[in-house]
Nanobody, 119 residues
Framework: QVQLVESGGGLVQAGGSLRLSCEAS????????MGWFRQAPGQRRDLVAA???????NYADSVKGRFTISRDNAKNTVYLLMNSLKPEDTAVYYC?????????????WGQGTQVTVSS
């Protein structure tokens, strides 16, 4: 069972930056596709950014040019650097691990970390 633990959320003013981290347990991290999802109140959970095991990345249109996903396989950690934050980025952010490159399913989820962007 892979456990994922997120950190780095918080309260930030619009235009500010945050970096989220997600550390995975186990020794197979480099073989997983990793993604960051977010869920605002009353909304569905949507994929924000993904980094595949070959290090290729993709982003939701709403965050392209502002968010950067990266991974450090030696530390079993995936990061999400969020710049130029907007109030509409406010949500609980979850990391997920999958063997599906399109994240049609995930076999492990983190507990979530709250990001609040004030206007």
């Amino acid at each position: 069972q892979v456990q994922l633990v997120e950190s780095g959320g918080g309260l930030v003013q619009a235009g500010g930056s945050l970096r989220l981290s997600c550390e995975a347990s186990g020794r197979a991290f480099s073989t997983y596709h990793m993604g960051w999802f977010r869920q605002a109140p009353g909304q569905r959970r949507d994929l924000v950014a993904a980094i595949l095991r070959d290090a290729s990345t993709n982003y939701a249109d709403s965050v392209k040019g502002r968010f950067t996903i990266s991974r450090d396989n030696a530390k079993n950690t995936v990061y999400l650097l969020m710049n130029s934050l907007k109030p509409e980025d406010t949500a609980v952010y979850y990391c997920a691990a999958s063997t599906s490159s399109n994240f049609s399913w995930a076999f492990s989820w983190g507990q979530g970390t709250q990001v609040t962007v004030s206007s």
